[in-house]
């Protein structure tokens, strides 16, 4: 299910932070949410805009792309991949209050971060057009409950850098997200609901009013764990990466790393596949 540039244009888009286990301290970001309480101990942090259609800032630019990732290397910068998978929800309205929130459709994402201090996580994020990654290719979600085509699915990352090929990513079920299926949908209504201006976070129910509710929007789940060679490495110019949300049961780990490292055509990849290239601006 193909969306047209202009669909995608005028779909808000959403990041989940804190909904794996230890990435926020592999990305050195856990001490900006020391002061944000949760519900649990494995509940995510929080709701973070990344894009928000006519916004007078900078979140009302354009930052996807399915092709290269641009920033600007004339000062050294730490740039690292987040491979996520990105959700279609379609929201319900009690008045102004989001009463349900439906999963229609994934696909691979890369929620490429500036590893720089900055007040909002969403500052950090979307630095212009080109500065995250969002795959062309969505697939439809039978039902966002166990026994549901997600169950299968896996989420895992490379890079290509001078030739060699290395896993970024830590290859993880999709299952492995703290809050997943139900738990995360109850979970995101809440919190579009009541979260309040905090910290690195954003007020979202005066974001959902200023875009009069909207009735879809895409929220991106978080980033998994990162290999070793993810945690130190930072993206340079020239680098490839690769983000797959795959189904075991149908490619392998090995053949999409055999495919990603000769450059093959992913357009008629079975899952979502996301490759870009590290541009300087």
């Given at each position: 299910?193909?969306?047209?540039?202009?669909?995608?244009q005028?779909?808000?888009?959403?990041?989940?932070?804190?909904?794996?286990?230890?990435?926020?301290?592999?990305?050195?970001?856990?001490?900006?949410?020391?002061?944000?309480?949760?519900?649990?101990?494995?509940?995510?942090?929080?709701?973070f805009?990344?894009?928000?259609?006519?916004?007078?800032?900078?979140?009302?630019?354009?930052?996807?792309?399915?092709?290269?990732?641009r920033?600007?290397?004339?000062?050294?910068?730490?740039?690292?991949?987040?491979?996520?998978?990105?959700?279609?929800?379609?929201?319900?309205?009690?008045?102004?209050?989001?009463?349900?929130?439906?999963?229609?459709?994934?696909?691979?994402?890369?929620?490429?971060?500036?590893?720089?201090?900055?007040?909002?996580?969403?500052?950090?994020?979307?630095?212009?057009?080109?500065?995250?990654?969002?795959?062309?290719?969505?697939?439809?979600i039978?039902?966002?409950?166990?026994?549901?085509?997600?169950?299968?699915y896996?989420?895992?990352?490379?890079?290509?850098?001078?030739?060699?090929?290395?896993?970024?990513?830590?290859?993880?079920?999709?299952?492995?997200?703290?809050?997943?299926?139900?738990?995360?949908?109850?979970?995101?209504?809440?919190?579009?609901?009541?979260?309040?201006?905090?910290?690195?976070?954003?007020?979202?129910?005066?974001?959902?009013?200023?875009?009069?509710?909207?009735?879809?929007?895409?929220?991106?789940?978080?980033?998994?764990?990162?290999?070793?060679?993810?945690?130190?490495?930072?993206?340079?110019?020239?680098?490839?990466?690769?983000?797959?949300?795959?189904?075991?049961?149908?490619?392998?780990?090995?053949?999409?790393?055999?495919?990603?490292?000769?450059?093959?055509?992913?357009?008629?990849?079975?899952g979502?596949?996301?490759?870009q290239?590290?541009?300087?601006?």
């Amino acid at each position: 299910m193909p969306f047209q540039l202009k669909e995608l244009q005028a779909l808000p888009v959403f990041g989940i932070a804190g909904n794996f286990a230890d990435h926020l301290n592999q990305a050195g970001e856990a001490s900006d949410f020391v002061n944000v309480k949760t519900e649990d101990q494995l509940a995510p942090k929080g709701i973070f805009p990344i894009y928000i259609p006519g916004d007078s800032s900078f979140l009302g630019v354009y930052p996807f792309c399915n092709l290269v990732i641009r920033a600007d290397f004339s000062q050294p910068i730490k740039l690292q991949a987040e491979p996520e998978i990105s959700v279609l929800f379609e929201l319900d309205y009690d008045g102004k209050q989001v009463s349900q929130a439906r999963a229609r459709a994934f696909s691979a994402f890369n929620d490429c971060s500036l590893r720089w201090p900055a007040a909002k996580i969403s500052q950090k994020k979307n630095w212009g057009a080109a500065s995250t990654g969002l795959s062309e290719q969505w697939l439809e979600i039978d039902q966002f409950s166990a026994g549901g085509v997600l169950d299968h699915y896996h989420l895992c990352c490379f890079i290509k850098r001078d030739h060699q090929v290395y896993e970024y990513g830590v290859d993880s079920p999709v299952l492995s997200y703290s809050y997943f299926y139900q738990k995360l949908a109850d979970w995101v209504v809440k919190t579009l609901n009541q979260q309040k201006e905090a910290g690195p976070l954003e007020d979202l129910p005066v974001l959902l009013a200023q875009m009069n509710y909207p009735k879809q929007i895409i929220i991106t789940l978080g980033a998994t764990r990162y290999t070793d060679f993810g945690e130190s490495h930072f993206l340079q110019p020239g680098d490839q990466v690769g983000v797959f949300v795959y189904d075991p049961q149908k490619v392998t780990l090995e053949q999409i790393r055999q495919d990603f490292s000769q450059d093959n055509d992913f357009s008629d990849f079975s899952g979502s596949a996301l490759v870009q290239t590290i541009e300087a601006s």
